[in-house]
């Protein structure tokens, strides 16, 4: 599975570039809850990021968290908890 979704159609050393960089992204947020053992939004990773000094759009935190949720590595939650746009959003946690 591709980390990086290819919709602009990049090609060779550009593709091979943003595959790698979202690996990596998927790796620290998945250290992320790894090391919290607690449930999280992506709200809650994207504030763990920054304080990493890591800045990453909530849409690539949201894509890292659906792939490593589709390698069977976290689990989407039932419990809910209100985003930065007065949303609620759903929660996972280490499976």
Do not use: C, H
Request: net charge positive; charged share 25%.
């Amino acid at each position: 599975m591709n980390s990086y979704y290819n919709t602009n159609r990049l090609k060779g050393l550009d593709l091979f570039s943003s595959n790698q960089k979202a690996k990596t992204q998927e790796d620290l947020i998945l250290s992320i809850f790894k090391d919290g053992k607690g449930e999280y939004t992506p709200f809650d990773i994207q504030q763990f990021l920054m304080l990493q000094g890591k800045v990453y759009p909530i849409t690539s935190v949201r894509r890292a968290i659906t792939n490593l949720t589709k390698m069977g590595l976290l689990v989407k939650t039932t419990s809910k908890k209100e985003g930065d746009y007065g949303q609620l959003n759903y929660m996972w946690r280490v499976k």
